[in-house]
């Protein structure tokens, strides 16, 4: 495929007026001007169209809370023990979600998706394309992240059922508690190994390993600044990789999170403030923390905001102060990087995924349409 004619925003540094795309075997092969293609090559000739990397949602829960489904749909949240590193997104996720479909028409093409915040620990987060039928094709990166969470939602979840966690204490005691677990877990499994003696493995235990090893980051769930403070205090006392999601007081206490360099994932902030946690909550906060220097994605939460909504999102951030630039980083190739996935999207690069979306304008503004959508060097959506 070649795609001509285009606006085409790299999000690697260069801007091409009249650029194209030469795509090979679903990866990008040149970038530029004035590039030649094939007599067989289909050819699509955007006329002075936006072109970005494929779009990109840093923290949602698509096909694992499926839509017009309720009870029999939701598969994100295992509220009966609050420890569960075990727990896959992966193996919760239906690709015939209607969602994915929008989100494809919006422009998005990658997400991580995973485990709600009703438990301590609840489980793996994976990366993958929005486009697929089966989820083993779609994986960019399985497992991505691990999620806990702060505050409210596991105090509300258990204390209905009169165990730990009720208080912030617990939760952090319950966490500090299972990482010290996992340590051990590591040390007595590498010591067998170098032994030769034979270990009997722990299914809980080997999940956190590549948390242990800093494989993955933990991905918090954090909205009040006392939560985010206490998410990054146990991160450092174990010395483990960490993304701040939610972060929604994080404009209050900058500062701290730049010392800790962390990267913050921001949102839903185009919703409801449900409940105590969100009553900071402004679209303001990314543009506080890309001045400390903070690298920031932006998020929908999807199903608290739509999916393809999530252009809208970074549109409001940049009317409280977050550059044009930086927008689109925070849903491009920032949002990439903090993912872990960076090294095949998140920017138009030769050797990367060609994963594409085209607009009529600028993605940022509620008028704009999408025109294609290109996963893997296919047209899965023509306008």
Not at 185 to 211: H, I, Q, R, S, T
Not at 245 to 258: A, N, R, W
Request: proline share 4%; net charge negative; charged share 25%.
């Amino acid at each position: 495929m070649l795609i001509k004619n285009g606006k085409i925003y790299t999000m690697a540094g260069e801007i091409y007026e009249k650029g194209c795309i030469l795509i090979e075997d679903g990866k990008i092969k040149k970038v530029g001007e004035n590039i030649q293609g094939h007599s067989e090559e289909k050819v699509i000739d955007v006329k002075g169209a936006w072109v970005l990397p494929g779009i990109i949602d840093a923290h949602c829960h698509i096909g694992g809370m499926e839509a017009n489904m309720g009870f029999e749909g939701s598969d994100i949240n295992e509220m009966t023990d609050p420890i569960t590193p075990q727990l896959r997104a992966l193996d919760a996720i239906n690709p015939n979600d209607e969602a994915f479909q929008k989100a494809v028409k919006g422009g998005i093409t990658s997400v991580m998706t995973g485990p709600g915040s009703a438990n301590v620990m609840g489980g793996t987060f994976v990366a993958i394309k929005t486009h697929g039928r089966a989820i083993d094709d779609m994986i960019i990166k399985e497992p991505a992240a691990m999620k806990i969470a702060f505050g409210e939602n596991p105090k509300r979840v258990y204390n209905n059922k009169n165990k730990m966690p009720s208080t912030r204490m617990a939760t952090a005691a319950l966490l500090r508690q299972t990482l010290i677990e996992a340590k051990n877990y590591k040390a007595k499994k590498d010591n067998a190994k170098e032994k030769g003696e034979f270990f009997e493995l722990n299914f809980k235990m080997e999940a956190l390993l590549p948390v242990i090893e800093k494989k993955i980051p933990l991905k918090a769930h954090a909205h009040r600044a006392d939560d985010i403070l206490t998410a990054i205090r146990i991160a450092k006392e174990f010395d483990l990789l960490m993304t701040l999601d939610h972060c929604t007081e994080g404009h209050l206490i900058s500062d701290y999170i730049k010392e800790s360099g962390f990267p913050a994932i921001v949102g839903p902030t185009m919703s409801f403030n449900s409940k105590i946690e969100l009553g900071n909550k402004s679209f303001s906060t990314p543009a506080v923390l890309r001045r400390e220097g903070i690298k920031v994605a932006i998020m929908t939460d999807h199903p608290v905001i739509e999916e393809q909504y999530l252009p809208l999102c970074a549109g409001l951030a940049t009317k409280e102060g977050l550059s044009f630039e930086d927008a689109l980083k925070a849903i491009t190739i920032s949002a990439a990087e903090i993912s872990g996935i960076s090294d095949r999207v998140g920017s138009i690069e030769v050797g990367k995924d060609a994963d594409i979306a085209i607009f009529d304008g600028n993605p940022l503004e509620s008028m704009t349409n999408c025109l294609y959508t290109i996963i893997d060097g296919k047209v899965v959506y023509e306008k």
